[in-house]
């Protein structure tokens, strides 16, 4: 092999790297689902609009200084970190105004105090809370960052969603690729795998633009709540992960 084909080799090498990497799914969810590709997710953030499929967001309002005071259900939380806003969109006219924060203090457990408990042991971490249009159940998010720097695949972002009357959503971190890329980061988590009762009903990847999969058989209201939480999981990515908890 000539010694200038090399480089011609490494070039082919990155080009394929660039492309979308699927991360590695529940072989269930493949086969019920279909990836959804994101929209929005790249250049620049104001007026961003994350979109995939049948769903869509406003365009997202972000607070861009360090702290700044927003309100949720008439409660105002003064130490929000960079909070995010926008109201999710899903077929049948169905919606949900989404906000989340990369920083939380036990005020804003005082909705429900359906995660007090996951919230004691988390110490740097992101919350939401997504609340439907159609006077259905209101969710609490909340995904602790691992802030390792280690490409251990056990080291990832992992979090829980729970609605006023103890329904639970299981948010698993992931590092798994479907196929193994050249110059991946292994420390950051690529995307995040969604169960209730142990049985996968959505994925999101957030590697380059981001992919979304939703179980065919999930209801109407589970949709929106699937791609309310998706489209939290993937604006979370540009939100400061150096939260310290009050």
């Given at each position: 092999m000539k010694r200038k084909s090399i480089p011609f080799l490494f070039a082919l090498a990155l080009l394929a790297s660039c492309s979308t990497a699927d991360i590695a799914i529940s072989d269930n969810l493949r086969q019920n689902s279909s990836a959804l590709p994101v929209t929005g997710n790249a250049g620049l953030l104001i007026n961003q609009k994350i979109a995939f499929g049948a769903y869509h967001t406003s365009p997202v309002k972000r607070g861009w200084t360090q702290r700044t005071e927003f309100s949720v259900l008439g409660i105002k939380h003064e130490k929000a970190?960079?909070?995010?806003?926008?109201?999710?969109?899903?077929?049948?006219?169905?919606?949900?105004?989404?906000?989340?924060?990369?920083?939380?203090?036990?005020?804003?457990?005082?909705?429900?105090?359906?995660?007090?408990?996951?919230?004691?042991?988390?110490?740097?971490?992101?919350?939401?809370?997504?609340?439907?249009?159609?006077?259905?159940?209101?969710?609490?998010?909340?995904?602790?960052?691992?802030?390792?720097?280690?490409?251990?695949?056990?080291?990832?972002?992992?979090?829980?969603?729970?609605?006023?009357?103890?329904?639970?959503?299981?948010?698993?971190?992931?590092?798994?690729?479907?196929?193994?890329?050249?110059?991946?980061?292994?420390?950051?988590?690529?995307?995040?795998?969604?169960?209730?009762?142990?049985?996968?009903?959505?994925?999101?990847?957030?590697?380059?633009?981001?992919?979304?999969?939703?179980k065919n058989s999930l209801n109407e209201s589970d949709q929106l709540l699937i791609a309310s939480l998706a489209s939290l999981l993937i604006t979370k990515q540009n939100v400061s992960r150096n939260s310290v908890r009050n």
């Open positions: 970190r960079q909070p995010i806003e926008f109201t999710q969109f899903a077929p049948n006219g169905l919606s949900a105004d989404v906000v989340g924060s990369s920083d939380y203090n036990s005020n804003m457990f005082d909705l429900f105090k359906g995660l007090q408990h996951y919230a004691d042991r988390f110490t740097n971490g992101f919350f939401g809370i997504i609340i439907p249009h159609n006077n259905g159940h209101v969710w609490e998010v909340l995904v602790e960052n691992d802030n390792s720097g280690t490409a251990l695949k056990s080291e990832t972002d992992n979090g829980i969603a729970v609605d006023d009357r103890g329904n639970m959503i299981e948010i698993k971190g992931t590092k798994d690729l479907a196929k193994n890329k050249f110059f991946t980061d292994d420390t950051k988590t690529f995307g995040y795998e969604l169960f209730r009762n142990n049985e996968p009903i959505a994925a999101v990847s957030v590697v380059g633009n981001g992919k979304v999969w939703i």
